[in-house]
């Protein structure tokens, strides 16, 4: 009987493996073309006369000139300071996303009751709109005239308006979190949904308060959600270049190692080296991803 019952599993599974084999194929597929292309440009050669890239499709004739100068820049020269200006950024805006996400996933997920369905559509609002309109709308909140120093003003918290557009971290960091805390709630609520209601009432049961079973129980049991929502999130936050270019008018005082590509590719006429500095950072987010993989398999 059971050797009948995993013939049937193993049968399904197959079938589940069949369907899912084209998907995978296409995701694979594309994401390594993809790769390469990025490759390519990095270790091929740049037009002089246009400053345009002329990619080196052979991996034999590959030219790592670019790629070294790059290595050096950020283990020894001025892009140093940018990563270490990038991953505090990430850092700070996580843990604004995780402030302010986590009450709000936790809510939705074990105290909204029947009106879930609408949190949840609210939850996804901001998706309907790109993320650069949402900056551009920011734009204008955060101008000296702006509602967001008329409504400080109007509580008392300011007496003289300010310009949050002069190139301040603050901005950035807020700008981040408003920007992908909705990617940070969804995949945590969906975690926090799942969780067994019955280890909490046992912790209750057992003569825990509330707070002391919110740090017993919830929250190691969140800690994979918490952890697949980090990920989510601080991927994007790496490359981003919107935010600062929006919210900052571009200051080179918060550059973050998106900006920096996005100057490389497009204002300084070296694609080859923007090319290889999105394969450094590619490789810098492969290890991360590498250590939470790791993560989730030892639990």
């Known amino acids: 009987m059971v050797d009948v019952q995993r013939r049937r599993l193993s049968r399904q599974d197959r079938v589940w493996a069949t369907f899912a084999l084209p998907g995978i194929t296409w995701l694979v597929m594309f994401f390594l073309v993809a790769i390469y292309a990025v490759a390519a440009i990095a270790f091929g050669k740049v037009n002089p006369l246009l400053r345009t890239a002329e990619p080196e499709w052979n991996p034999f004739r590959w030219d790592i000139s670019a790629m070294r100068d790059m290595l050096d820049r950020v283990v020894n020269g001025p892009l140093r300071q940018v990563f270490v200006r990038t991953f505090l950024f990430v850092l700070l805006s996580l843990a604004g996303c995780i402030a302010i996400g986590f009450p709000v996933a936790y809510f939705v997920a074990r105290k909204a009751g029947p009106r879930r369905g609408l949190l949840l559509g609210l939850l996804v609002l901001p998706f309907w709109i790109s993320y650069l309109m949402r900056m551009l709308a920011w734009t204008n909140l955060l101008q000296p005239d702006g509602l967001v120093n008329k409504a400080l003003e109007w509580v008392g918290l300011m007496d003289t308006p300010r310009n949050w557009l002069d190139g301040s971290w603050s901005t950035v960091v807020w700008g981040l979190v408003y920007g992908y805390v909705p990617f940070f709630i969804l995949p945590l609520y969906s975690a926090l949904e799942r969780l067994d209601g019955r280890l909490i009432e046992a912790g209750r049961d057992l003569g825990a308060g509330p707070v002391r079973t919110f740090l017993s129980v919830t929250l190691p049991l969140s800690v994979p959600g918490l952890m697949a929502a980090s990920v989510v999130t601080i991927l994007p936050m790496f490359g981003d270049y919107y935010t600062n270019s929006y919210l900052t008018s571009g200051s080179p005082r918060v550059n973050m190692v998106g900006n920096q590509?996005?100057?490389?590719?497009?204002?300084?006429?070296?694609?080859?080296?923007?090319?290889?500095?999105?394969?450094?950072?590619?490789?810098?987010?492969?290890?991360?991803?590498?250590?939470?993989?790791?993560?989730?398999?030892?639990?």
Do not use: H, T
């Not at 590719?265 to 991803?289: E, H, T, Y």
């Open 261 to 299: 590509i996005e100057d490389y590719l497009r204002g300084s006429g070296q694609p080859n080296k923007g090319a290889a500095l999105v394969l450094i950072l590619m490789a810098l987010l492969f290890v991360l991803m590498v250590y939470y993989l790791v993560s989730m398999l030892r639990e």
